[in-house]
């Protein structure tokens, strides 16, 4: 027989627990409210977490680095050099290309150019013209970097890969470009190869010689590629 009692210690299981004890008085337990917590928190540890719309906007944001534009860090770096904005000697002929390589920008200043080249050789433009503009903002001239410290160069260079064979090509290149007049060709210089020769004559000459360049280097072929689609059109 099911006293009173018994059917009020079932219901109170069946509201801290959520089971039935089916009424036998055997298997009647009655959890204290420290045990209900215990239910409670396992239980909710169990489920998995879903997060709402505004935290995964947050987490999103949280992921996203700021992006370096590398194109207004050119602009800004030509304009502080006080080079022209235009292509010194393709005004009329060629302007600037789509693709605004850095060494259109600086092929009015043949120094900075072949600087430029010893940056841009086997690696991104968007990771070596930022660096470049500090380089200029410390070296501004031949002079200033012929007599720089090697390993204040390597240093500012370091993230580029490389750094203490390009410092020692800069100091290097700057000394040879001042002393050596007698130069014809970049290659002739300290620490200039190819690459160097085909931006020379692509960026800071007028002559035809462009026409028989093979340049090895990807974005060259592209300028290249650009400069004959614009002879067919004329």
């Given at each position: 027989?099911?006293?009173r009692?018994m059917?009020?210690?079932?219901?109170?299981?069946?509201?801290?627990?959520?089971?039935s004890t089916d009424?036998k008085?055997d298997s009647?337990?009655?959890n204290?409210?420290s045990?209900?917590?215990?239910?409670?928190s396992?239980?909710?540890?169990?489920?998995?977490?879903?997060?709402s719309?505004?935290?995964?906007?947050?987490?999103?944001?949280?992921?996203k680095a700021?992006?370096?534009?590398?194109?207004?860090i050119k602009?800004?770096?030509?304009?502080?050099?006080?080079?022209p904005?235009?292509?010194?000697?393709?005004i009329?002929e060629?302007g600037f290309?789509p693709y605004?390589?850095?060494?259109?920008?600086l092929?009015s200043?043949t120094?900075?150019?072949?600087v430029?080249?010893i940056?841009l050789?086997?690696?991104?433009?968007?990771t070596a013209i930022?660096?470049?503009a500090q380089f200029f903002?410390l070296?501004?001239?031949?002079n200033d970097?012929?007599?720089a410290?090697?390993r204040v160069?390597s240093?500012?260079?370091?993230?580029l890969?490389?750094?203490r064979?390009r410092a020692k090509?800069i100091?290097?290149?700057?000394?040879?470009?001042?002393?050596n007049?007698?130069?014809?060709?970049?290659?002739?210089?300290?620490?200039i190869?190819?690459?160097?020769d085909d931006s020379?004559?692509?960026?800071c000459?007028?002559s035809?010689?462009?026409?028989d360049?093979?340049?090895?280097d990807v974005?060259?072929?592209k300028y290249?590629?650009w400069?004959?689609s614009l002879?067919?059109t004329?």
């Amino acid at each position: 027989m099911i006293t009173r009692s018994m059917a009020r210690a079932e219901t109170l299981s069946f509201l801290k627990t959520g089971e039935s004890t089916d009424l036998k008085p055997d298997s009647l337990t009655i959890n204290t409210p420290s045990q209900s917590k215990q239910r409670l928190s396992n239980h909710f540890k169990q489920r998995k977490h879903v997060p709402s719309k505004t935290e995964g906007k947050e987490r999103s944001l949280k992921k996203k680095a700021p992006t370096i534009n590398h194109l207004e860090i050119k602009d800004r770096m030509v304009a502080e050099l006080g080079l022209p904005s235009v292509p010194f000697h393709t005004i009329e002929e060629w302007g600037f290309s789509p693709y605004c390589f850095i060494q259109e920008k600086l092929a009015s200043d043949t120094w900075k150019m072949l600087v430029s080249t010893i940056f841009l050789n086997r690696t991104r433009g968007k990771t070596a013209i930022p660096i470049l503009a500090q380089f200029f903002t410390l070296f501004p001239t031949p002079n200033d970097a012929s007599k720089a410290d090697e390993r204040v160069i390597s240093s500012i260079m370091q993230p580029l890969g490389l750094h203490r064979t390009r410092a020692k090509r800069i100091v290097r290149l700057s000394q040879d470009f001042l002393e050596n007049e007698t130069w014809s060709k970049p290659s002739e210089l300290y620490g200039i190869g190819k690459y160097g020769d085909d931006s020379y004559v692509l960026f800071c000459t007028k002559s035809d010689a462009w026409k028989d360049l093979t340049p090895e280097d990807v974005q060259l072929k592209k300028y290249l590629d650009w400069r004959w689609s614009l002879m067919k059109t004329k």
